[in-house]
Nanobody, 125 residues
Framework: QVHLVESGGGLVQPGGSLRLSCASP????????IGWFRQAPGKEREGVGG????????YVADSVRGRFTISRNNAKNTVYLQINSLKPEDTAVYYC??????????????????WGQGTQVTVSS
């Protein structure tokens, strides 16, 4: 049974970087597409990117392209979200999600059934 756990969030100054991790202690992620989302206070959950199981490709939203990178380490059963050049507007709770029915990356949260607990990212000087 896949169970997702995010980590790596924290308080960082503008311009800094963070690497968020999404691990599955209970089962392999090898056969799952993974989506990354964020939710800022008072805003809807927003898809920022993901990793497709069907072709192994990583996709990021236009709004964060060039700053966000997604990768996978199969040996560690972990998917990463690297965030560079952090801005105050990146402040949010970041979630990873998956669904056994998905073979591609969706930016729609309703397409995902399994979610982690989230990790807080705060960008402030």
């Amino acid at each position: 049974q896949v169970h997702l756990v995010e980590s790596g969030g924290g308080l960082v100054q503008p311009g800094g970087s963070l690497r968020l991790s999404c691990a599955s202690p209970g089962g392999t992620l090898d056969y799952y597409s993974i989506g990354w989302f964020r939710q800022a206070p008072g805003k809807e959950r927003e898809g920022v990117g993901g990793l497709s199981n069907s072709d192994g490709s990583a996709y990021v939203a236009d709004s964060v392209r060039g700053r966000f990178t997604i990768s996978r380490n199969n040996a560690k059963n972990t998917v990463y979200l690297q965030i560079n050049s952090l801005k105050p507007e990146d402040t949010a709770v970041y979630y990873c999600a998956t669904d056994p029915r998905l073979r591609y990356v969706s930016f729609d949260p309703s397409d995902y059934a399994i979610w982690g607990q989230g990790t807080q990212v705060t960008v402030s000087s």
